[in-house]
């Protein structure tokens, strides 16, 4: 306490705040500075909080708002929470679960690999590819996610047939379309298409937010421009691509309850829809589905702070920070250390 | 090196003080390849004429020192070597291999480009240092020293990182292997900058600049490796402001201004005792 120690501050100017005349009869109720291990800091500052109403007010009402929503939610039968608890772990519900994180999931690897295609071709020297990328871009980004799921639902109505051959001559192969495209891949084909219009104006910002120094360092080493792009470009790139490819992720996951255009019928809104319409209850299983989803995004989230933690190796110096290759490091390091291969000041000293 | 231009100079220099010294030097000795030769190179960036009609000649285990105001087209002249820029016309050869196109025109009098394979292949006898270091950020030192040999020229990895660790070790960094870039001061991100370069058992070495973007007092622990690469006979090619280096390490000082080069010789002939008014004028603003 201040008032055992000599304030190195002047006495004319006390920086710190300095106990009021009431401060002894504090100080006598805390615990003796003299018993404990010396602050090695002289003169350290005890700051009181500057009062902060706000706070307080903003506390009492935010509180008071969520009584009234517990009371609305629990008091209005329509709610239906016994429904609810009956439906939420129903059969058809968790396989409507499953089918719904499969979409997801496949049709985002699928747009992010469409996508960074897309986003190379943009980056690309040749017109050509550069034109490709343009067009499939303006097509999938500027047209109806819906009407795009229609129209692979009724792409084996419009493309019955498949061939191979020269076209307006001779045909060596052909398939049925209607036997190799179901309405499942019909879902996640039109997803991900969508999905990688976006995504691929995404992924390029990434790339174009690495230094142009990195591409120039590793062609001076030799690397040719594909083992650039993969070994140096694109693991930094992600680095700024995950946190909206996270949030992209999440936004298909809602999106996939579109996937009744196609028609595909497994998924969680349609199978809680489904129940809903023969119970003629559809507030709780509106419930259920959104209880669902909220806890497939968490999920999600979690995996979108390991990867943020991944990439951003390197770049971070939060303890940990670095990612899983910090790891092994301390390990490591005792065996290079204990090789001695480093004597200390082992420099001469340049005269300059 | 009997044949080290050096003496050629400096039996010169006393008597012949008022007669500039011209880019293309009779006295340079003319036999033996130079293991760096650019002939006539300009650059044009646009309407931007950066580099007009530069000749360079460096031996093998030579150190030619750059100097020169900024923008001069140093930096330039000196990513020419490596093509990180393409002449706009001239030629540089490696070795008295002409970089970057076939060695004889087309019968129409154009010149065939290289692949893109055969650009990179050329790149990697070639070390290069940047002023920014630019080591790759999501790799520790030993990774960013590991890189080019696993993925270029294909060594085992076992066998890359014990050359990596004893890369390190010569810049004085073993204990560092393990580090990230951005947990390296930037004399050590520099000196892993070097390791990795010499990772690549380059022919030679391009510096660009490579203390200008560090603190004054870090800036010794990177010349003092560059002067051990230099005696341990390393061809180099370094840009720098750095004037008590250029004299101690160069066996040649090139000074350039507005894209020429308008003096080059011993660091006594340069130095000590500059010609035009430009070195002059150049030198009492850098010593």
Not at chain 2, 145 to 170: C, I, N, S, T, Y
Request: proline share 8%.
């Amino acid at each position: 306490m201040s008032t055992t120690q000599p304030s190195p501050t002047p006495a004319d100017g006390p920086v710190g705040p300095v106990p009021a005349a009431g401060s002894p009869q504090r100080a006598s109720g805390a615990p003796q500075p003299s018993g404990r291990d010396a602050d090695p800091i002289p003169g350290r500052i005890r700051a009181k909080r500057s009062p902060r109403p706000g706070t307080w007010i903003s506390a009492v009402i935010v509180v008071l708002l969520v009584l009234a929503l517990a009371n609305f939610l629990v008091t209005n039968p329509v709610f239906d929470w016994g429904t609810v608890a009956t439906y939420i772990l129903d059969v058809k519900v968790v396989q409507g679960v499953g089918w719904t994180l499969l979409i997801t999931v496949l049709s985002m690897v699928l747009g992010t690999v469409i996508a960074l295609t897309a986003a190379i071709m943009r980056r690309s020297e040749n017109p050509v590819l550069r034109g490709v990328s343009w067009a499939y871009i303006f097509v999938f980004r500027g047209t109806p996610v819906y009407t795009q799921l229609v129209f692979w639902g009724l792409f084996t109505v419009i493309v019955p047939k498949i061939a191979l051959g020269i076209p307006f001559g001779p045909e060596w192969f052909s398939f049925s379309t209607r036997d190799y495209f179901p309405a499942f891949w019909a879902a996640v084909v039109g997803l991900g298409l969508n999905e990688g219009a976006y995504l691929a104006e995404i992924i390029r910002s990434g790339l174009n937010s690495v230094d142009k120094g990195q591409s120039e360092a590793s062609k001076a080493l030799g690397m040719g421009n594909g083992q650039i792009l993969r070994r140096i470009i694109i693991p930094q790139a992600m680095r700024v691509i995950v946190p909206p490819l996270g949030n992209e992720t999440i936004g298909m996951l809602k999106t996939t309850s579109l996937v009744l255009a196609v028609p595909f019928t497994l998924d969680l809104t349609f199978a809680t829809n489904a129940i809903a319409n023969k119970l003629y209850a559809p507030i709780p299983l509106l419930v259920v589905a959104a209880i669902w989803y909220l806890a497939i995004t968490s999920v999600l989230m979690v995996g979108q702070y390991y990867l943020e933690r991944y990439f951003g190796r390197g770049f971070d110096d939060r303890p940990g920070g670095a990612g899983p290759a910090k790891r092994g490091r301390r390990a490591r390091q005792r065996a290079v250390n204990s090789a001695s291969t480093t004597p200390k000041n082992s420099l001469p000293e340049v005269e300059l | 090196m009997s044949q080290d231009p050096r003496n050629t100079h400096r039996a010169d220099a006393p008597d012949d003080q008022s007669a500039p010294v011209v880019p293309s030097d009779p006295a340079a000795p003319a036999e033996g390849p130079a293991l760096i030769a650019l002939e006539g190179v300009h650059k044009a960036f646009g309407d931007l004429h950066v580099l007009k009609d530069c000749d360079l000649r460096v031996a093998e285990g030579e150190v030619a020192v750059l100097i020169g105001p900024s923008g001069s087209g140093k930096s330039t002249l000196l990513r020419c070597i490596n093509q990180l820029e393409e002449p706009t016309a001239g030629r540089v050869r490696i070795a008295g291999v002409t970089q970057g196109y076939a060695e004889e025109p087309l019968p129409d009098g154009r010149w065939q480009k290289l692949s893109p394979q055969q650009i990179a292949r050329q790149r990697a006898r070639i070390g290069m240092v940047f002023q920014r270091f630019d080591l790759f950020p999501h790799m520790t030192a030993l990774q960013n020293v590991m890189e080019a040999p696993v993925h270029v020229l294909g060594r085992p990895k076992a066998q890359a990182e014990k050359d990596a660790l004893a890369l390190l070790e010569r810049v004085g960094l073993a204990d560092r292997a393990e580090h990230y870039p951005s947990e390296l001061s930037g004399g050590q991100q520099q000196r892993v900058a070097i390791a990795r370069a010499l990772a690549m058992e380059p022919e030679l070495m391009l510096f660009d600049e490579p203390t200008s973007a560090l603190d004054p007092e870090l800036v010794a622990e990177v010349l003092t490796v560059l002067k051990e690469l230099a005696e341990g006979g390393m061809t180099m090619v370094v840009v720098t402001h750095e004037m008590g280096f250029a004299r101690e390490v160069a066996d040649q000082v090139v000074f350039m201004a507005d894209g020429q080069i308008l003096e080059q010789g011993t660091p006594e002939q340069v130095i000590d005792h500059p010609q035009s008014d430009r070195l002059q004028g150049f030198l009492a603003s850098v010593l």
